[in-house]
T-cell receptor, first 113, second 112 residues
């Protein structure tokens, strides 16, 4: 089956620094990837849709200058949380689209101190 | 915008009892998907329902998609401790690269 990886799985950073999270489709090409955020005991909230070779589409209320998304190849999308603050601490999950299905990565747990 | 409501938010059962979670979309869906997330883990795909009135079974799990393609349910028969987790439905209006809208999830806990 299709496999999606994320790196890192966990990261702790200091307030004001930037963190980059990678999402890779390991055995298939994904023209579209999605980035979600999940706060404790809450559901997944879509942040943005990332299309290879074009600008990401952000959901309402998500700051595009704070959450930079790059989808430079058919197997890699990155999410950079810039000038992170404690309220950005969350579980960030990507998914990659292949045909009619979406496959989720294992998530990245970000803690901003 | 599109909304997917899921109830109940929490459900606690004795091992061996049945469990059901319900999803309702504000708009007609092209398909609905179900995911299970264990504590500390990530969502794991369970199934996708596409056809109006569709019913699918996976061992003790029964999934239904409503005739109007706006609601769905997941029923677990004779729960086991391994069923513990949060179950999410997610609705999609198109296929493939269309975004998923997740329900709030139902957190299932089981008394052994």
């Amino acid at each position: 089956g299709a496999v999606v990886s994320q790196h890192p799985s966990r990261v702790i950073c200091k307030s004001g620094t930037s963190v980059k999270i990678e999402c890779r489709s390991l055995d298939f090409q994904a023209t579209t990837m999605f980035w979600y955020r999940q706060f404790p005991k809450q559901s997944l909230m879509l942040m943005a849709t990332s299309n290879e070779g074009s600008k990401a589409t952000y959901e309402q209320g998500v700051e595009k200058d704070k959450f930079l998304i790059n989808h430079a190849s058919l197997t890699l999308s990155t999410l950079t949380v810039t000038s992170a603050h404690p309220e950005d601490s969350s579980f960030y999950i990507c998914s990659a689209s292949s045909g009619a299905s979406q496959y989720f990565g294992p998530g990245t747990r970000l803690t901003v101190t | 915008g599109q909304q997917v409501m899921q109830i109940p938010q929490y459900q606690h059962v004795q091992e061996g009892e049945d469990f059901t979670t319900y999803c309702n979309s504000s708009t007609t869906l092209s398909n609905i998907q179900w995911y299970k997330q264990r504590p500390g883990g990530h969502p794991v795909f369970l199934i996708q329902l596409v056809k109006s009135g569709e019913v699918k079974k996976q061992k003790r799990l029964t999934f239904q998609f409503g005739e109007a393609k706006k609601n769905s349910s997941l029923h677990i028969t004779a729960t086991q401790t391994t069923d513990v987790g949060t179950y999410f439905c997610a609705g999609q209006k198109g296929q493939g690269a269309q975004k998923l809208v997740f329900g709030q999830g139902t957190r299932l806990t089981i008394n052994p």
